[in-house]
């Protein structure tokens, strides 16, 4: 066995270990963490309250 055929062994591994990779991310029990993490943004209730209390103060006014 000489070094280019570890090489390839190695270039299988890792791309068994990249698919491996995809399918855990994109498989279905990840569907509901992988939604919490895209609305995280979105999420932040400090800003909710401030833009409350804001549309308040302008419809007082």
Not at 3 to 15: D, F
């Amino acid at each position: 066995m000489d070094i280019n055929e570890l090489r390839g062994v190695q270039t299988l591994l890792l791309i068994a270990i990249f698919i491996g990779i995809i399918w855990w991310a994109f498989s279905a029990h990840r569907k509901k963490p992988n939604d919490e993490a895209a609305n995280l943004p979105f999420e932040d209730d400090e800003v909710d309250k401030r833009t409350l209390e804001q549309e308040k103060t302008e419809k007082k006014r």
